[in-house]
Every structure is written in structure tokens, then in C-alpha cells.
């Protein structure tokens, strides 16, 4: 009797998540560490010398600290709350960081930026791609395709791809993706007079944009998808116990344990589930209105990018830009998530935390755009073509909406009705 319960004692060690010390606050273990390398780092007199920013860098440490340690969850749980609730604090600081340029005049912001890299604070060099549309070019010396290689070349080809394939991963609806893509392209037209750089050609933003590298992003995300709803996983990390009567060797229960870790940390960075979004955007007015407002804040995300970018005199190559979009990465994630839960799930009526830190500092982005280039955009006439067209496009669109849900919605009541539950996931 006292065989089997040792046995069993062992079995329930054994099967044991090797992850559960993470699941625990120890808040107070934190804490005394975080006092100790602070205590350190305070006294020590290297770090006196750069004193602001050192003493920056410590009150961003402590913020996100406490980030991880009190914030509330979120409806994401791998690889970890604490990571995410991290990542929670860093868009509240980033949050705070914009809000303290909004009140600073562009070139004291300028001068900031340099701050954050001593190449900054000069002035972009402004670069055309639409100066010459030729895609045949049999006297240019180096190439008889100069113009396509040059486009192909550039930094922005790659960004069209990797952003996409990202894109489809978060929005999970094909359809949903195309709209994002093809609404892009047009506000690369109606901007092309404030930022150079949007005037593309033809061929450039029908062939390469949307239909290869747009095309290919979303086809790769698509892929991925579905490998994530194929693939089984085993959660637990754990193997099936042996059979009656068999005893693996001390060498085999060792090699199986340390197999059983390393497996169970790997799939800690999985997903805990991956479920399909179902946005069914011609369901209900609710519905409908969230996606048509999920789509004017992604492109405005994105709009921002080259507008931040040109008014703060930040090159593309630069890293801020990419790490920008690192952290809309980060923060978009849970908060498109919970934007789903809240468009999706009449029951839920509160806008999560991330959402609603996402959907702040999209308008604090665009403040800023305002107030930096408000003298120099109003300086330059909006085209008119650009203007009517706009017009007459949001008043069909307004008037083809209404019809359909006040009567055509009506007269087919079981039409486009919705079907699928909402589920929480990561």
C-alpha cells in the first residue's frame, strides 16, 4: 500500500507543470530584487554622468514593473499574462510619450528626436516614384528594366509583404484584408500631393502593391492560418504513462522529464487556441459600423507612419520607424482582439484596456499630424478631382448601406444572419 501512494506521489511530481513557478505573482520577491538593482545603479557614479537619461530609463523600468506585477489581465495568456500586461505598460508609456510631443512645437519635437538619435533632426530628402512610369528602358545603361528594379529594390517592397502576412494573422478574414489593401492604394492617391513619396505609378501600385506583394502577404497569412487551426497541440507537455507492470530505467525517466521541459517552455510561445474571426460584416448595423471603423483606424495607423515619419524628419531606414511598428504590433494584437470580442459579443459592453489604448493613441498620432504639418498641408490646395471623388464615393456608399439594412435587410431577414458564437481565445 505504501508502494503504490510513493508511486503515486511520484507520478504527480513527475506529471507536474515544470512552468508552474511562473504562474505565481511573488510580488514580493520583485520587489526586494528591483530595490536591490536599483539601490546599485543609483549609487554608482558612471551613471551619473548621463544622469536624465539613466534616471529615464529607470522610471520607464519601474512603470513596466508595476505594469507586470498590478495591471489586470487581458484575454491573452501566452506566453505569459505578465508579458502582455508588460506590453500593456509600454503602450500606456508610448501613450504618454505622444501626448508630451502634442504640446511641444515641431521643431522642439525635432530637436527631441535627436535626443533619441543624434543623425536626426535633418531635414528628408523628398523622393518621387511616378518621375518616370517606363518599364522598358533599353538605353538606360545599367538596366533594360531600370525603373521596375529600382522599385523592387526598395525598402517599402519588403514592408508591403512582411506587414500583410502580419495583417492576415491578426484580421484572420481574407475579404477583410482585400478592403484594407485596395483603401490603402487610394489614399496613397488622395495624399500624393502632401507626401511625395505616395506618387507611385501605374504599374507600381496595381502590380506590385496589390497584386503581388499585398497578394503574397495575405496568401502567406492565409497559409498560416490554416496550419494553426490544423495543428494539434499538446498542451500539457507531457508524455503517456508507461503500462502496468513496466519500469523505465533512472536514464530514460531523466532523458523523458528534461524532453517533457523543454517541449512544454516551446509550446508556451504557441498559441493557447487559434480560432477563426468571423466579423460577417452584412449581419447587423453593429457589426457593420465596427468593421467600416476598424477599417478607417487601421488605415489611419498606417497613414501615420508616413506622416510621422516626413514631419519628424525620420528616414525609413531608421530604426524608430521599425521599432513603431514593433510596438503597434504588440499592442494591436490584444487590442484588435478585444475589439473583436466588443464588435462581436452583444453581451460584452465595456471596450477592453488594449483596444482602448490603441484607439487613444491613434488619435493623439493624428493630433500631432494636425499640428506639425496643419501650416504647411493647408499651404497646399487639396485637388478637386480627389475632393469630389471622395464625396460622391462616402454618399453612394452612405446611401448603398442604408438600403441595404433599412430595406433589403428587411425583405430577407434570414439573409447573411449571424451564425457563429464567440469564443475567447488567443
Not at 505565481?24 to 520583485?30: D, Q, S
Request: with cysteine; hydrophobic share 45%; glycine share 4%.
Amino acid at each position: 500500500m505504501n508502494k503504490v501512494s510513493s508511486s503515486s506521489s511520484n507520478n504527480s511530481n513527475t506529471n507536474e507543470d515544470p512552468l508552474n513557478f511562473l504562474s505565481k505573482p511573488h510580488t514580493i520577491f520583485a520587489l526586494i530584487v528591483a530595490l536591490i538593482v536599483t539601490v546599485y545603479f543609483a549609487f554608482q557614479d558612471e551613471y551619473q554622468i548621463n544622469s536624465t537619461k539613466v534616471g529615464l530609463l529607470g522610471a520607464i523600468s519601474a512603470f513596466l514593473l508595476f505594469s507586470m506585477l498590478q495591471m489586470r489581465d487581458g484575454l491573452f495568456v501566452r506566453p505569459h499574462p505578465a508579458f502582455w500586461r508588460i506590453v500593456m505598460g509600454v503602450g500606456v508609456l508610448y501613450l504618454c510619450a505622444l501626448v508630451f510631443l502634442l504640446f511641444h512645437s515641431a521643431s522642439d519635437a525635432r530637436a527631441l528626436m535627436k535626443l533619441l538619435d543624434p543623425r536626426l533632426g535633418v531635414p528628408l530628402p523628398e523622393r518621387s516614384y511616378a518621375d518616370n512610369c517606363d518599364l522598358y528602358t533599353p538605353d538606360h545603361p545599367t538596366s533594360k528594366f531600370a525603373n521596375l528594379m529600382s522599385t523592387i529594390n526598395d525598402e517599402f517592397i519588403w514592408a508591403h509583404l512582411f506587414g500583410w502576412w502580419g495583417k492576415t494573422l491578426l484580421l484572420r478574414d481574407s475579404a477583410l484584408c482585400w478592403v484594407l489593401s485596395i483603401t490603402f492604394e487610394l489614399l496613397e492617391l488622395t495624399f500624393q500631393h502632401y507626401l511625395p513619396n505616395f506618387a507611385e505609378c501605374w504599374w507600381d501600385h496595381v502590380i506590385l502593391d496589390i497584386l503581388v506583394c499585398n497578394a503574397l502577404g495575405i496568401f502567406l497569412g492565409l497559409q498560416t492560418i490554416k496550419y494553426l487551426k490544423m495543428k494539434q497541440y499538446n498542451w500539457g507537455g507531457q508524455q503517456p504513462i508507461s503500462g502496468a507492470g513496466t519500469q523505465p530505467s533512472s536514464q530514460t525517466s531523466t532523458t523523458s522529464q528534461n524532453s517533457n521541459i523543454i517541449l512544454r517552455v516551446a509550446k508556451q510561445f504557441t498559441p493557447y487556441r487559434f480560432d477563426e474571426f468571423h466579423w460577417e460584416i452584412l449581419s447587423e448595423w453593429r457589426r457593420f459600423v465596427s468593421v467600416i471603423m476598424l477599417t478607417i483606424l487601421i488605415s489611419v495607423i498606417e497613414l501615420n507612419a508616413f506622416f510621422l515619419k516626413t514631419l519628424l524628419w525620420i528616414p525609413p531606414p531608421n530604426p524608430l520607424n521599425i521599432y513603431r511598428l514593433l510596438l503597434w504590433c504588440l499592442i494591436g494584437t490584444p487590442g484588435l482582439r478585444e475589439y473583436y470580442q466588443f464588435a462581436t459579443d452583444k453581451n460584452t459592453k465595456r471596450l477592453g484596456t488594449m483596444a482602448w489604448i490603441c484607439i487613444a493613441t491613434i488619435f493623439v498620432e493624428v493630433l500631432i499630424c494636425i499640428k506639425y504639418g496643419g501650416a504647411y498641408f493647408w499651404s497646399i490646395p487639396f485637388p478637386l478631382e480627389v475632393k469630389y471623388t471622395w464625396i460622391f464615393g462616402t454618399i453612394l456608399f452612405t446611401i448603398a448601406s442604408v438600403y441595404y439594412f433599412a430595406v433589403y435587410k428587411k425583405s430577407h431577414p434570414n439573409k447573411n444572419s449571424v451564425s457563429t458564437s464567440n469564443k475567447k481565445q488567443n
